[in-house]
């Protein structure tokens, strides 16, 4: 079995450089170039196996997991992805699981330009963190504060097929590996992000549920918000395996979705459709800002419905 710094050697490697990292893996700390005029924007991330994966899932699975959810945080930051580092908890020293895990990881961190420039490795229950920086023109960081009452609340790509494929999973009955692909690969909206610079007033990534989320720039920003549940965006997939009663649920509390939600004012409708259509995503205004606080749900027949539970929260499981 190789030892810690076989393992290093393995995951340097293969590793692409970038023109503005100094020094990469190998010193004792990495040494990056941020450029003039520009903001760090830094976010940190934890997977740990049977909390936010299930432990048997495919190496390169979790390796595409564990970064796209931080760079989906530097989506809803509209920041563009430059480095990472990567600290790896791993039961026992696997060239194999960690070749695999690095076939995720590396394919997208390749396509976005994302240079791994260090981390950690440690023998212990799986547990993968990453740390992801991104680059921001000063000042133009997508905050969650900043909304404002009349502005209309988007929601990019489709919502609740993750948590439809974890339903699925858990009830050991018939799956749909369209939506288990949403759970295990999630594609974060790096490049809608960058779009919705100086057009959203505020945003967020959908990694907890809409309900959750959204209640979070709305605290953010001492504001309302009045959602029509006929307009969430619905992959073809997720109705066909769930009606409307079932599909709520998923869609509002389950999380895992990695989409944005982002506010704009009505004015900016035009011009976000097309910067978002030129970055090949797809988005849907679901509802309105209000300066009265609270989040209210209206069904397509105009009727106030509750979720039935809030989003994941850890030390709290689902409640
Ligand atoms: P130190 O003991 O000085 O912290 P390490 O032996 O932990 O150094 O790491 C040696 C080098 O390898 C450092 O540059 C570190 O950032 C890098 N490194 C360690 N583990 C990983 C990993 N899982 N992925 C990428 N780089 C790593
Ligand atoms: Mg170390």
Redesign the pocket.
């Known amino acids: 079995m190789p030892g ?2 076989a ?2 050697d393995r ?2 490697a293969r590793v692409r450089t970038r023109h503005d990292v100094a020094l ?7 040494v990056l170039r941020v450029p003039a005029g520009y903001d760090l924007v830094v976010t940190s991330d934890t997977l740990v196996a049977g909390v936010h994966f299930p432990a048997e899932s495919a190496a390169a699975d979790i390796g595409w997991k564990a970064l796209a959810v931080n760079l989906s945080d530097l989506a809803a930051m509209a920041a563009t992805p430059a480095w990472c ?4 908890t791993l039961p026992q020293s696997d060239a194999d699981w960690v070749d695999s895990f690095l076939d995720g990881f590396l394919e997208l961190a390749e396509h976005h330009d994302l240079c ?6 440690t023998q212990g229950p799986l547990s993968i963190t990453v740390t992801a920086h991104g680059l921001v023109p000063e000042g133009q960081a997508l905050r969650r504060s900043g909304a404002q009452a009349g502005d209309e609340v988007w929601v990019t790509g489709s919502i609740g097929d993750a948590a439809g494929a974890l339903q699925q999973w858990r009830a050991r009955g018939p799956a749909s590996a369209k939506l288990r692909h949403r759970l295990d690969r999630p594609t974060p909206r790096v490049e809608a992000g960058l779009a919705l610079r100086g057009l959203a007033t505020a945003g967020i990534d959908l990694s907890d549920g809409l309900a959750a989320d959204l209640g979070h720039v709305l605290a953010a920003s001492a504001l309302g918000a009045r959602i029509d549940l006929g307009r969430l965006p619905t992959s073809r997939t997720l109705a066909d395996h769930f009606d409307e009663a079932a599909r709520w649920p998923l869609q509002l509390s389950g999380g895992d979705d990695y989409e944005l939600c982002f506010t704009a004012p009505p004015a900016a409708a035009f011009a976000i459709e097309q910067a978002l259509d030129q970055a090949g995503v797809t988005a849907t205004v679901i509802g309105q800002l209000e300066a009265t606080p609270g989040l209210r749900w209206l069904t397509p027949e105009g009727e106030d419905y509750t979720p039935p539970r809030a989003g994941y929260q850890h030390f709290q499981g689902v409640h």
């Open positions: 810690e710094f393992l290093i995951i340097r990469g893996i190998g010193d004792d700390a990495a580092t990567l600290a790896l791994l420039v260090g981390g950690d490795t």
